[in-house]
């Protein structure tokens, strides 16, 4: 049985109250420009990958200690009608007031990380890229279980252009300064 992202639609735009009385069922709830997305539970390659990715992003920035990252469930608020949980986020040490106590990002994160889903692939590729670019996030990764592919996209000019590998194939982020991440890493364990 393959999992679809449901959106469901409402008479009004859709507010962070409305989302905060979502059942508790498993489902993960969106609001995006004010209709619900209703995602099922991730795959487990899915979780794979952000337990690999949030692992190298932690070994780095434990070491580094200029930010720190954290997996979902994360309420990052861009508006009253734009409320999402992406997969991964970071933020910078000198911005972490920006995650209040509740749970809720209020400013755009430094750091942006999706793992695409069958049942996400189209919304984490075009509304979310769209909605985090016009809300300033500076980097925004996506990562595709199905090709193997990482793509790190770089806020300039407010849309989002890719970063090329190095010859050795790594991918350079731009706000984790020194930061190079081997696709092979983010996809290991798969098989």
């Known amino acids: 049985m393959i999992a679809v992202q449901r959106t469901v639609v409402f008479d009004r735009p859709l507010t962070y109250d409305d ?6 069922d498993g489902n993960r709830y969106e609001v995006i420009g004010g209709e619900l997305l209703v995602n099922p539970a991730p795959r487990r390659d899915h979780q ?6 949030n692992w190298i992003l932690e070994s780095f920035l434990r070491s580094s200690g200029f930010a720190r990252v954290y997996t979902h469930p994360v309420d990052l ?9 992406p997969d991964l986020v970071v933020i910078l040490e000198q911005r972490l007031d920006t995650y209040r106590p509740e749970g809720m990002v209020i400013e755009p994160p430094d750091l942006v990380v999706e793992v695409l889903s069958p049942s ?10 769209a909605l985090y670019a016009r809300s300033g996030v500076p980097e925004y990764w996506i990562a595709d279980p ?17 970063v090329a590998p190095d010859n050795g194939g ?6 984790l300064e020194g930061l190079r991440v081997d696709p092979v890493e983010v996809f290991a364990r798969l098989d």
């Open 77 to 85: 608020w861009f508006g009253p009608n734009d409320i999402v949980e």
């Open 19 to 24: 989302l905060a009385g979502m059942p508790d």
């Open 48 to 53: 794979e990958i952000v337990s690999n990715l």
């Open 146 to 162: 199905d090709q193997r592919a990482l793509k790190i996209h770089v806020l300039e000019g407010g849309q989002y252009g890719p």
């Open 170 to 175: 790594k991918l350079a982020s731009r706000v």
């Open 120 to 129: 996400t692939r189209g919304t984490d590729r075009v509304r979310k890229m």
